[in-house]
């Protein structure tokens, strides 16, 4: 579907070349939400904005539908951007134009006909749930409801792929995830690929397929999302996952259990995807002669199923122990003995 | 009573003068928005970052219009005598102080229109490109659109000046109520004429500031 090359992008200023995105290599599926996230000044907006050449990449190829964008003249490009919708953190909505006007805007400029306009628009206004609300201006509408407008106006044109340029950073967390909602919804409905750049770990969590993750205007770590949270690899990307999954008193509190449970062996459990339904801490109790003793536990849910780490205490006579841990290593929880995170 | 206040105030040559006036305004005005708009979205345009970033452009219309802007608009009157004689056919009367105000009143006018523009969401640009519009488009559509408020403000302030403009314009004999106010008040020691005059114009610029103003308010939906 989208497959870049060796992206680069160098912005010249008169003390120095800044290098904001460094020969990056990356391919999205077709129907698949794709999140880039990176802390700013990674090189993530920039890297959206290379996408359909709002930044003119210095070197680098991008293919979008088997189309070389990087090498199309400014009208073809013209032509090709109506295929790509790209919605903003600050929705950059027209203040003049209603709601109905807004979402027409792209219509018009690709020259269709006013009757279609309306019916397309009628839709779309019903489709991102702003129903009644076509005759308002952006000043009316709360922040939610101008992303709604923005979401609505960047489908509009029936693209391939949306660009989300930071869309819920602006927006408090309960229109977030609302937000959120309807770009799943949009996605699973109209199969529509969609590539979405934020700082916020509980984004990629919530709707993301797949992620990578940027710094320096690379990208230092990329898959699937599960995966991903389950095996950061990389420092950054483990203060990311951490964002969703952390408490900040972690390391505290092992040093803290680690002094008040000297009996038997803390272990901690990674839970991921359908495990997480596996009863598996009273099978264990059942089936040995140890006392499982919950200390912390938190499950996340995630676009390709849950995802959750527990820290436990098995306390009891030591073969006992040994035997119930060996036995949790063979399901398929990942088990983690005297965890010194 | 108002002929124990104005003993000297005929209303008939008033009323002509008024006619004078609010024609050699309103041309103006319209000659100015337009030619105006023109230089201001050339400044803004091939301005750095503009979608026409082009710098001889930029730089000879910014000449133009700080040269104009500069000169005292007395001897613009002077200087335009022989463009005038050639564009109207006539250095006398209302019609004659027209290319002037508009010369005049233009580059004034373009630079609050370059402000106008200057105030225009970024982002709402980059949106419509990201849409795929052409550049006509994003200037028809967006630009001028989004600035409306401002551009309508900004003429309303020009128009007051032009307003002024046309009671100097009375050196070429171009009429209106300056032009009336010293020939008929001051030269003949009538200043009942003068204070009549002053007050139809303030009564004039009044209405233009209130139709403006109105305007203004109506188009701004921010």
Redesign the interface.
């Known amino acids: 579907m989208i497959s870049i090359k060796d992206l680069t992008k160098v912005f010249k200023t008169k003390d120095q070349d800044v290098l904001a995105v460094d020969k990056l290599n990356l391919s999205i599926d077709k129907g698949e939400i794709y999140g880039v996230i990176g802390y700013s000044g990674a090189g993530k907006s920039t890297f959206i904005r290379l996408l ?1 050449r ?1 930044e003119e990449p210095t070197s680098g190829e991008i293919e979008l539908n088997d189309q070389n964008l990087t090498g199309l003249s400014k009208s073809k ?6 295929e ?1 919708g ?1 919605i ?1 953190q ?1 929705f ?6 209603t709601v109905f006007d807004n979402i027409a ?2 219509l ?3 020259g269709v006909p006013k009757q279609k306009r309306e019916s397309r628009v009628n839709e779309l206004i019903d489709l991102v749930g702003l129903s009644g609300r076509g005759k308002s ?3 009316q509408l709360s922040g939610g409801q101008k992303q709604r407008v923005g979401i609505a ?1 960047a489908l509009a ?1 029936n693209p391939k792929v949306l ?1 989300c340029d930071e869309a819920t950073s602006a927006l408090d967390p309960e229109t977030t995830d609302s937000i959120l909602d309807l770009l799943v919804d949009i996605n699973e409905k109209l199969g529509l690929t969609i590539v979405l750049i934020t700082h916020e770990m509980h984004v990629i969590r919530k709707i993301c397929h797949r992620v990578a993750v940027m710094e320096s205007g690379k990208v230092v770590e990329s898959g699937d999302v599960l995966d991903v949270f389950l095996h950061p690899k990389e420092k950054v990307t483990k203060r990311f996952v951490d964002q969703v999954m952390g408490d900040p008193d972690r390391e505290n509190s092992l040093d803290v259990i680690n002094e008040n449970y000297r009996a038997g062996e803390v272990i901690q459990l990674h839970f991921v995807g359908e495990n997480t339904n596996q009863a598996l801490i009273s099978d264990v109790s059942r089936r040995f002669a140890v006392n499982v003793n919950i200390l912390h536990g938190k499950i996340t849910q995630t676009q390709k199923g849950a995802y959750g780490t527990m820290l436990v205490q098995i306390d009891g006579e030591e073969t006992e122990v040994k035997q119930a841990i060996a036995y949790m290593k063979t399901t398929s929880v990942e088990v983690e003995v005297s965890p010194d995170v | 009573m108002f002929e124990q206040l104005f003993p000297n105030v005929e209303m008939e040559d008033m009323v002509e003068a008024t006619n004078e006036t609010l024609y050699m305004t309103s041309v103006s005005v319209a000659g100015t928005f337009i030619l105006g708009l023109v230089l201001g979205l050339l400044l803004y345009l091939s301005g750095p970052g503009g979608i026409w970033q082009n710098k001889p452009l930029n730089w000879v219309t910014a000449a133009f219009v700080n040269v104009f802007r500069a000169i005292p608009f007395i001897i613009l009157i002077l200087l335009l005598f022989p463009f005038t004689d050639f564009l109207m056919g006539t250095i006398r009367g209302p019609g004659a102080a027209l290319p002037a105000l508009i010369i005049g009143g233009a580059p004034f006018y373009a630079r609050l229109v370059e402000i106008a523009l200057k105030e225009v969401d970024k982002g709402v640009i980059e949106a419509a490109k990201s849409m795929g519009a052409r550049n006509r488009t994003i200037i028809f559509k967006v630009l001028l659109p989004e600035s409306m408020p401002a551009l309508i403000s900004g003429i309303t302030v020009t128009a007051i000046a032009l307003i002024s403009y046309t009671a100097v314009a009375g050196v070429i004999g171009a009429g209106g109520l300056g032009d009336f106010a010293y020939f008929y008040g001051f030269q003949r020691r009538a200043f009942d004429v003068v204070a009549f005059c002053t007050i139809l114009i303030i009564i004039i610029v009044f209405v233009f500031q209130f139709i403006g103003d109105f305007l203004s308010r109506k188009l701004d939906k921010r």
């Open positions: 359909n709002l490009l013209r032509v090709a951007r109506q790509i790209m903003f600050h950059n909505l027209l203040w003049s134009r805007f792209p018009e400029i690709a201006y952006p000043s106006r044109n660009l």
